[in-house]
């Protein structure tokens, strides 16, 4: 079975700093994996995404994730943070033919500070 | 991108009583949808997978009689929470699949509350 670990479950950086949001997977096969957002009380807002190819990613907001097979981890990075966000974080993999089902790791609470 | 709809955002209700949330596809068909739960803190859960025009298929651990989905087409997913109880207050989140390999689009999510 599939499983997604987040390692840290809150994190804080300041306005303008760099960030990289940890996530490792356990799966038998190439993973189709991902990196949503969440605002308080709201949906979830899909980042980026990996499902073959270049193992750099680039997604919305200025983000970007880098698939490395031999350290089974998906790592959210962004240069330069700003305040806007402060959120939720979920890393997520899927299997493939498993019709779209995911498994979330359990998140990642972002605070920037001013 | 695809747009799934939720609805309501967020309801309260009485123990005992039956909620019904729905999911809809906007610009697009779904024969199937996913139901997730979260419970504050914690991250997304999936209880059940929704097929159009058959039965759901309920993860372990889930009571299919307490949470009633019903596909009856192919841009409409309900989740009825029967009998509901303080205990199943979450926020219950759907997704849809598009076309991608693995890709869902997630709703808005509903908040549930039971007093």
């Known amino acids: 079975a599939q499983s997604v670990t987040q390692p840290d479950i809150h994190i804080t950086v300041s306005e303008g700093a760099s960030l990289e949001l940890r996530c490792n997977y356990s799966?038998?096969?190439?993973?189709?994996l991902f990196w949503y957002v969440q605002s308080p009380g709201q949906g979830l807002q899909l980042l980026l995404k990996?499902?073959?190819?270049?193992?750099l990613v680039q997604g919305i907001k200025g983000f970007e994730a880098e698939f490395k097979r031999s350290q089974s981890s998906f790592n959210l990075r962004k240069p330069s943070v700003h305040w806007s966000d402060a959120a939720e974080y979920f890393c997520?993999?899927?299997?493939?033919?498993?019709?779209?089902?995911?498994?979330f790791g359990t998140g990642t609470q972002l605070k920037v500070e001013l | 991108g695809a747009v799934v709809s939720q609805h309501p955002s967020w309801v309260i209700c009485k123990s005992g009583t039956s909620v019904k949330i729905e999911c809809r596809s906007l610009?697009?068909?779904?024969?199937?949808m996913f139901w997730y739960r979260q419970f504050p803190k914690q991250s997304l859960m999936l209880m059940a997978t929704?097929?159009?025009?058959?039965?759901?298929?309920?993860e372990q651990g889930v009571e299919k009689d307490k949470f009633l989905i019903n596909h009856a087409s192919l841009t409409l997913s309900t989740l009825t929470v029967t009998s509901a109880h303080p205990e199943d207050s979450s926020f219950y989140i759907c997704?849809?699949?598009?076309?991608?390999?693995?890709?869902?689009?997630f709703g808005q999510g509903t908040r549930l509350t039971v007093v």
């Open positions: 997704s849809a699949p598009d076309r991608g390999p693995a890709e869902a689009f």
């Open positions: 799966y038998g096969a190439t993973p189709y």
């Open positions: 990996y499902f073959s190819g270049d193992t």
């Open positions: 997520a993999v899927g299997a493939k033919g498993g019709g779209n089902k995911l498994t």
């Open positions: 610009d697009f068909q779904a024969t199937t």
């Open positions: 929704s097929n159009e025009g058959s039965k759901a298929t309920y």
